[in-house]
T-cell receptor, first 108, second 116 residues
Framework: DAKTTQPNSMESNEEEPVHLPCNHS???????IHWYRQLPSQGPEYVIH???SNVNNRMASLAIAEDRKSSTLILHRATLRDAAVYYC?????????FGKGTRLHILP | SAVISQKPSRDICQRGTSLTIQCQVD?????MFWYRQQPGQSLTLIAT?????????ESGFVIDKFPISRPNLTFSTLTVSNMSPEDSSIYLC?????????????FGPGTRLTVT
C-alpha cells in the first residue's frame, strides 16, 4: 500500500490558518492525493484531492510539492467545528486505505 | 452526493453468533466498500463488495468470517460470523463513483457492534 506520514496531532487557534503536512515519498505518477476528515462520532468525509496542481474548494486548499513527495492541507480560517482527525491518503487501485491521520485540536 | 443508510445502527451480540449489517445507497454507485474501526483506531478496509460476484478481501480478512453480498448497485450486506469480543468495532459502508462526484468517497454512519 502507498504509505503516507503525518504528525499524530496538531493544535491551532480558532480563526487562524492551519497547515496540515503529509509526506508521501513513495508516491507513483498516477496516485491521487486525497484528504478526508473524521469528526467525532461520525464517518469520514471527503475534503479535497489533487494530482499535481494546487487545488482549492470551499472547505480547504491543497498545496502539492513540485516533486509530489509531500503535500499540505490548508484550512484558511479554523473554527471549532474543524476539530477532527485528518487523513492524507494516496489513491491506488481505486481503494482508500487509511493511515493514522493527524488529530487537529482547535483552541478557542 | 450520496446518502448512505446502515442497519442496525448498533447492536449488542453474544459471542458465537452472527450479525448481518445492511447498507443502502440512494443512488447507483460503481464501488462499495466495507471498513471497520476499532475503538480509538483508524479505519481498516475489510473488502470491496463487487456487484454480481464475490467480494475482494484485504489481507487478514476472509470470506468465511465476513461474507459479503452485493446483489445490485445500491445495496450490500456484511455478515460478521461466529463473533468474539475482538469483533467489537464500528463497521462502516462506503461508496465511490457517485454520478458527478467520481473522486469522492462517501461513508455511512456506521454500525456499532459490541460482542459480549
Amino acid at each position: 500500500d502507498a504509505k503516507t506520514t503525518q504528525p499524530n496531532s496538531m493544535e491551532s487557534n480558532e480563526e487562524e490558518p492551519v497547515h496540515l503536512p503529509c509526506n508521501h515519498s513513495t508516491i507513483s505518477g498516477t496516485d491521487y492525493i486525497h484528504w478526508y476528515r473524521q469528526l467525532p462520532s461520525q464517518g469520514p468525509e471527503y475534503v479535497i484531492h489533487g494530482l499535481t496542481s494546487n487545488v482549492n474548494n470551499r472547505m480547504a486548499s491543497l498545496a502539492i510539492a513540485e516533486d509530489r513527495k509531500s503535500s499540505t492541507l490548508i484550512l484558511h480560517r479554523a473554527t471549532l467545528r474543524d476539530a477532527a482527525v485528518y487523513y492524507c491518503i494516496l489513491d491506488r487501485d481505486d481503494k482508500i486505505i487509511f493511515g493514522k491521520g493527524t488529530r487537529l485540536h482547535i483552541l478557542p | 452526493s450520496a446518502v448512505i443508510s446502515q442497519k442496525p445502527s448498533r447492536d449488542i451480540c453474544q459471542r458465537g453468533t452472527s450479525l448481518t449489517i445492511q447498507c443502502q445507497v440512494d443512488s447507483q454507485v460503481t464501488m462499495m466498500f466495507w471498513y471497520r474501526q476499532q475503538p480509538g483506531q483508524s479505519l481498516t478496509l475489510i473488502a470491496t463488495a463487487n456487484q454480481g460476484s464475490e467480494a475482494t478481501y484485504e489481507s487478514g480478512f476472509v470470506i468465511d468470517k465476513f461474507p459479503i453480498s452485493r446483489p445490485n448497485l445500491t445495496f450490500s450486506t456484511l455478515t460478521v460470523s461466529n463473533m468474539s469480543p475482538e469483533d467489537s468495532s464500528i463497521y462502516l459502508c462506503s461508496v465511490w463513483g457517485v454520478t458527478g462526484k467520481p473522486y469522492e468517497q462517501y461513508f455511512g454512519p456506521g454500525t456499532r457492534l459490541t460482542v459480549t
